[in-house]
């Protein structure tokens, strides 16, 4: 059993900076890809970003060129930076993983993030 623990959330005003840490319990090389998904107040869940095992990233059209994510095999943790931020960037901020092997990835327990204008 995987266990992801995000942190980093909180209250920023629009044009502000964030970045989200989710520590996991496993080695990241033990991983298909990492990745952090975003659900706002009725919404349906988003992806945001992903990683590959070998370090390739892949955004979402409303976030390229103002988040980045990336990964530290040292620390067992990976990491989404957001710059720019918006309103509509608001909502609860999850990362997962899917180990190889397995079919379900795992996923954190959420951290909020509020943008205010």
């Known amino acids: 059993q995987v266990q992801l623990v995000e942190s980093g959330g909180g209250l920023v005003q629009a044009g502000g900076a964030l970045r989200l840490s989710c520590a996991v319990s496993e080695s990241i090389f033990s991983f298909i890809f990492m990745g952090w998904h975003r659900q706002a107040p009725g919404k349906q869940r988003e992806l945001v970003a992903t990683?590959?095992?070998?370090?390739?990233?892949n955004y979402a059209d409303s976030v390229k060129g103002r988040f980045t994510i990336s990964r530290d095999s040292a620390k067992n943790t990976m990491y989404l930076q957001m710059n720019s931020l918006k309103p509509e960037d608001t909502a609860v901020y999850y990362c997962h993983v899917l180990v190889r092997g397995e079919m379900k990835p795992y996923w954190g327990q959420g951290t909020q993030v509020t943008v205010s204008s």
């Open positions: 990683i590959t095992s070998s370090g390739v990233p």
